[in-house]
């Protein structure tokens, strides 16, 4: 088959401090402060850019934060549900706006805005700047765009020009002076094993990859990465919609060159994985039966764990005890561990659950529903008229110190 170089226009939709932009959406009153979305004993998931600007990023340790931003901040708990609201009303709208969409995660979408820019008589960079502003003003949710040939490319864009930003790379010349600087990991799809088999063939940036051998690179990484390559050439191959459910969930979080001991640290990493697998799984209304944590320690020597439930489940405090359980009997004291990870499987849907197995799903709704009323409530007469409690067994919502830490911060 001959492929033909794409004449489409994409770009990526990218939500600027997902979770933070939808908690300040919620509460006004937390525009301009230092918001971390987080539990305590937990890292940041994610926080505003007035934090950001004191180099409190996601990952960084709810302990750290602390330090670092003393008492001005607010501290809020998150809520996935919330988010997974905000996430599905902005699809909605680019659905409305724009040719087709490929939602890739809860805060980024690929949109086809092929002929749009010329029906709008706008270039593609002042469209993007058009279009951000009309989705702050529709969703209230700030965002950055960038416009390229192929989804590949905006996607290796996207982390230039944020925050609330906009640009269109359409010029060969000018992505390939990019291509030099940036090294060969930043690819999508190209993880930490097969960059390190280009590394070791002297193909270290993304350029080297862009112009290697054809037949070199199928050799090596197969057509998958063939695939990859020629969307460097600006070729439309690769699809980045996720339409079916999966039948596992994994999610691994490594911290590469550095290594650690700290329980407590590690502890935090292994949270964040479970968050973000806990939040696909509930996005598609999925049930568990088996749990599995993953170690890696610095040699990569792997350590996992199992464990299966009595019944299918997706209730988070029931899931977070059991990692725990797993956790604790794993950890060893004297070993340094690089990498962190969380494993569900199989995975159900809840509708087709046998009577037997919806009990802990059940807890789950009413957990989710106490949830919405709390906020429900809150929305009505005031963000901290009623506290609520975390649906982690191990952590509790601490209303008071966010009100007492905003307080602070006003003053």
């Known amino acids: 088959m001959l492929l033909q170089e794409s004449n489409k226009l994409y770009c990526l939709i990218d939500c600027d401090s997902f979770y933070a932009s939808c908690e300040i959406l919620r509460n006004p009153k937390l525009q301009g402060k230092a918001v971390c979305v987080c539990r305590d004993k937990d890292i940041v998931l994610a926080s505003s850019y007035e934090a950001k600007k004191l180099w409190v990023k996601t990952g960084t340790a709810s302990r750290d934060a602390r330090k670092i931003l003393g008492n001005h901040w607010v501290f809020i708990e998150p809520d996935f549900a919330w988010y997974g609201i905000i996430s599905n009303k902005l699809n909605q709208f680019l659905d409305s706006f724009v040719n087709h969409t490929e939602v890739f995660s809860i805060d980024e979408t690929f949109c086809d805005i092929t002929w749009l820019p010329e029906l709008y008589k706008l270039t593609p960079e002042k469209f993007a700047y058009y279009l951000k502003l009309k989705i702050k003003k529709e969703i209230g949710i700030p965002t950055s765009i960038w416009v390229a040939r192929t989804k590949l490319l905006a996607k290796l864009f996207s982390d230039i020009n944020k925050s609330f930003g906009e640009y269109a790379w359409l010029d060969d010349d000018m992505n390939d002076a990019l291509f030099k600087t940036l090294d060969v990991d930043e690819i999508c799809f190209i993880w930490e094993a097969r960059s390190e088999h ?161 009990f802990t799903y059940h807890i789950s709704q009413r957990s989710v529903k106490i949830q919405s009323t709390v906020d429900m409530i809150n929305k009505r007469y005031g963000k901290d008229c009623i506290s609520n409690w975390s649906l982690s067994q191990n952590t509790i919502y601490n209303k008071t110190e966010a009100k007492d830490n905003f307080i602070s911060f006003e003053v």
């Open 198 to 358: 280009l590394r070791s063939h002297w193909y270290t940036t993304v350029y080297d990859f862009k112009y290697a051998d054809h037949n070199f690179v199928k050799k090596l990484l197969g057509m998958d990465g063939l695939k990859v390559r020629m969307e460097l050439h600006n070729y439309n191959i690769l699809s980045f919609a996720n339409t079916q459910k999966p039948k596992n969930i994994t999610r691994s979080r490594s911290f590469h060159p550095e290594f650690t001991k700290d329980k407590e640290l590690l502890w935090c990493h292994l949270l964040h994985n479970v968050d973000k697998a806990y939040s696909e799984m509930i996005k598609w209304k999925l049930a568990t039966r088996y749990i599995r944590v993953r170690l890696k320690d610095k040699d990569f020597l792997s350590h996992s764990q199992d464990m299966r439930l009595d019944h299918y489940t997706n209730d988070k405090a029931t899931l977070l005890k059991h990692i725990k359980t797993l956790f604790d009997q794993w950890y060893k004291s004297w070993i340094w561990y690089r990498t962190t990870g969380i494993v569900f499987w199989p995975l159900k849907d809840t509708l087709h659950l046998p009577k037997d197995d919806l």
